[in-house]
């Protein structure tokens, strides 16, 4: 069961913020939180932004420093909220963020769908399901001019990278979370949940806590209740660590994929086939195939057969890429279909 977030002195955020100067403190903290974020970011004044809010503390600390910054910044707001159906009572987080939204002014769009008979249906995890289910729910109520927010924070971000690390990601799966990817954008991502929530209790704003978090068996729980503070035992900074090697990583990424672009532009024939016969180094070459054959990428061991039989002396060799997707080689030159 979820349950809203216990405070003290404040107990469940059931009193209204004291005037105190510590209290004004506080509430500036989330809207200086997300102000710096917006800053970074480039989210103009008068922006439509929707904000996603789960209920959670990350996501109550997006919705009221937003709702405190969003007169001085001419902001049009509106909360969404997507009920998974995962617990028996997961109704009661749509109830409380539709009530939180109300005490703010705040229209909320809410909607509910069935996780794990979407899950089946769609043969993804159901973690994998849900994130699907709530980008699309997102992107079908945000208005065509709104900006889509989330509540990620800098320690989703190192959680993803050492996450991705351990399955063996290149440099994309270690960048972390990027702070905008279309009209998706992420104002907390350079912000410490432990300082988010911190905040909220200061002023008494209620959340809920998904009992969930705490399950052992998502590999993502693991790397958050285990994994990381056994490495900030080793460097107290690791979060920090692990964000300035994601920047160095995105960095190195976004310049291989530029070579990339060039090298396969130079490579294209006027009929479509692309010129192997003197193969790039296999780094760039992994990169020109998978940009050529676009989204989604093939498995590493369909992509690394591709290059091997690009590469090799073997001419009329086929290779299945996934999604009914293949390519062919003939003397060193690859045909994608």
């Not at 004004?24 to 917006?38: I, N, P, W």
């Not at 922006?47 to 996603?52: G, K, N, Y």
């Not at 056994?230 to 530029?258: G, S």
């Not at 086929?318 to 003397?331: D, M, N, P, Y």
């Amino acid at each position: 069961m979820a349950e809203q977030g216990t405070h003290k002195p404040l107990v469940g955020g059931s009193n209204p913020p004291s005037a105190t100067t510590s209290s004004h403190e506080e509430s500036s903290a989330l809207a200086g939180a997300v102000a710096r974020g917006a800053d970074a970011l480039g989210i103009p004044d008068g922006q439509h932004l929707l904000l996603a809010v789960s209920g959670g503390p990350d996501s109550m600390a997006l919705l009221h420093g937003a709702a405190r910054l969003g007169p001085e910044r001419g902001w049009r707001l509106t909360v969404a909220h997507l009920d998974h159906a995962l617990r028996a009572d997961s109704a009661r987080d749509a109830e409380f963020v539709a009530a939180g939204a109300a005490g703010l002014g705040l229209a909320c769009e809410l909607r509910r769908t069935d996780v794990t008979a979407l899950a089946a249906t769609e043969g993804r995890s159901v973690e994998d399901a849900a994130r699907q289910a709530r980008y699309r729910f997102f992107e079908e109520v945000a208005a065509p001019d709104a900006l889509i927010a989330t509540a990620h924070t800098a320690d989703d971000s190192a959680e993803t990278v050492v996450l991705n690390l351990v399955r063996g990601s290149g440099l994309a799966g270690v960048s972390g979370i990027p702070a905008r990817r279309g009209r998706i954008v992420r104002p907390l991502l350079q912000a410490r949940r432990e300082e988010l929530r911190r905040a909220l209790d200061a002023q008494g704003i209620a959340y809920r806590i998904d009992p969930s978090n705490a399950d052992l068996s998502y590999a993502r729980n693991r790397i958050r209740h285990e994994v990381l503070p056994a490495l900030e035992r080793v460097n107290p900074a690791c979060v920090e660590a692990l964000l300035r090697f994601a920047r160095l990583a995105r960095d190195d990424d976004e310049l291989l994929d530029q070579l990339a672009s060039t090298e396969l532009e130079r490579r294209r024939a006027p009929d479509g086939t692309i010129d192997w016969r003197e193969p790039p180094g296999r780094a760039l070459g992994r990169r020109v195939m998978r940009l050529a054959i676009g989204d989604p990428a093939p498995s590493a061991e369909r992509l690394e057969a591709l290059l091997d039989a690009a590469e090799g002396e073997r001419g009329g060799v086929s290779i299945e890429l996934g999604r009914r997707r293949s390519a062919s080689v003939h003397r060193r030159r690859v045909q994608l279909h």
